[in-house]
């Protein structure tokens, strides 16, 4: 039972062909396994009894035209195998095409000096604008300093510094908003809420008056003409007539119960005929601190623009106009070396592809030689293998026969060799090959050159805008 299932075992394990196992491309065949698979040592011992083949016997027996046509179908077979991996040797080297490669990497250098002038081009066209807005801003600004006399910067706030003076008036309203309303409330018929709502009517009335006197009225006396510092002094007049108009009355209509809209003419009365006649000195402490958050309000407001009238806003438009050209003439320069970049980085690319793409080359040529050389070394194999199987059937044969042998048994059988050939149309010399790769990488080297080349002449133009601007002239 272990025998027959150790048979069994055999059986299920034999590999289906007749070769060794090996990763080589063309596989030995496997001697043994056939002499005993075809039997060639009984069949020899079987025919060598009857003498057979007879001595005189010239061509091939039975036996021996089946060992000739097993090697010579593993021959064919073989040679079947090189044929479909040559065709594929020779379509990887079709695919290779470097004649395209070649021409796509000068499409690709001309292109990129094309954009690159084209970018430059585009990009003066707009500079050129922005720049002629830029040298009107200079004109209008050196003009205005010069017909005012002003030797000094004009005074800049910052967005932070700004930021941080709208929230000092805010903070007023609300302080003044939170006084007010806790000494109006108590003689608001509406109470709480009503006083708190007449409250930040007066405070914004109050500060909002202040900040238009300090942004258009009372700067007008920093101004060197004569009448605009007159009109500067009327200012402040109105200002300050203003302020003590506002506040009085907010003072006079905290000492009558109700509404503004109940007791209005009441305080037009009283402003018009004793406007300092107060009777609680609550009122006086809301007069005043109105007053002093007016003037508070005032100061902020000056401060926030140039205390010369105008040169703020001239001041403003240059900035603007620099800063416009400024981020056009940036963003170009950008878009200029992201276009630059691509090129190269394509370019290079390339480079990098020729190299390793002749290296696959040599790779399939040196492949497919080895191969064919493989193929040669494995017919001699088969040879051999024959001629081994040829000497057990007639070694068999010799040993039991009467007669002598036929004299081909002396002689070694020669296999008839298939030759190789594969058409190389089309395909580069390998020299050939090299030195054209040298060239076109040496191409590249000029063009990445002739790129930074082109771009710093890019800059150089937009460097030129800067002291020259041909539409200005």
């Not at 990763?23 to 043994?32: A, H, K, L, N, R």
């Not at 021996?64 to 080297?93: C, M, T």
């Not at 302080?175 to 109006?184: F, K, P, T, Y």
């Not at 002094?233 to 506002?246: D, E, F, K, T």
Request: glycine letters at 6%; one cysteine or more; hydrophobic letters at 45%.
């Amino acid at each position: 039972m272990f025998g027959s299932l150790e048979k069994l075992k055999q059986r299920l394990l034999r590999p289906p062909h007749a070769y060794r196992p090996t990763t080589e491309s063309f596989p030995d065949i496997d001697v043994q396994r056939i002499a005993t698979d075809m039997r060639l040592a009984e069949k020899g011992e079987k025919r060598g009894r009857e003498n057979l083949p007879q001595s005189d016997d010239l061509p091939y027996d039975a036996v021996e035209n089946d060992i000739i046509e097993l090697v010579g179908a593993a021959q064919k077979q073989s040679h079947d195998h090189l044929e479909n991996q040559l065709a594929g040797f020779r379509q990887r080297l079709i695919d290779l095409d470097f004649e395209s490669r070649f021409a796509n990497i000068k499409a690709a250098s001309t292109a990129g000096l094309s954009d690159l002038k084209a970018e430059l081009q585009m990009g003066i066209d707009d500079l050129h604008g922005l720049r002629r807005d830029l040298k009107e801003a200079e004109s209008w600004h050196r003009d205005f300093k010069d017909q005012n006399g002003l030797r000094r910067p004009c005074k800049k706030t910052t967005a932070i510094g700004t930021t941080l003076k709208w929230l000092f008036v805010v903070a007023l309203v609300m302080a003044e908003l939170v006084i007010n309303g806790e000494l109006l409330a108590k003689r608001n018929e509406l109470g709480l809420v009503g006083g708190i709502v007449e409250a930040l009517i007066f405070a914004i009335l109050n500060v909002g008056v202040a900040l238009m006197f300090a942004l258009y009225g009372v700067r007008e006396i920093a101004h060197r003409s004569i009448f605009r510092k007159f009109v500067g002094i009327l200012a402040i007049a109105a200002y300050i007539g203003a302020a003590i108009a506002i506040n009085l009355g907010l003072a006079h209509y905290r000492e009558i119960a109700g509404t503004i809209a109940t007791n209005g003419d009441e305080v037009m009365r009283r402003l018009l005929s004793a406007p300092f006649a107060l009777n609680e000195f609550r009122s006086w402490i809301l007069f005043f601190l109105g007053v002093m958050f007016s003037l508070f309000a005032l100061i902020d407001g000056l401060s926030m623009r140039d205390t010369y009238p105008g040169y703020a806003t001239v001041d403003h438009r240059l900035d603007e106009a620099r800063a416009n050209y400024r981020n056009k003439r940036q963003g170009l320069i950008g878009e200029l070396s992201d276009v630059r970049s691509g090129y190269e980085d394509e370019l290079a690319d390339a480079r990098a592809d020729l190299s390793k793409q002749r290296t696959e080359h040599d790779a399939i040529v040196a492949h497919r030689s080895r191969l064919v050389g493989l193929f040669d070394a494995h017919q001699a194999q088969l040879e051999r293998a024959a001629n081994s199987l040829f000497r057990i059937y007639r070694d068999a044969n010799i040993a039991v026969r009467t007669t002598p042998a036929p004299e081909r048994f002396s002689r070694p059988y020669q296999l008839g060799r298939i030759g190789v050939q594969y058409f190389r149309d089309g395909e580069w010399n390998s020299d050939e090959l090299q030195a054209s790769i040298k060239d076109a990488q040496g191409d590249l080297d000029k063009m990445l050159v002739a790129l930074g080349e082109q771009f710093e002449a890019a800059l150089k133009q937009y460097r030129e805008l800067d002291v020259l601007v041909p539409e200005a002239q």
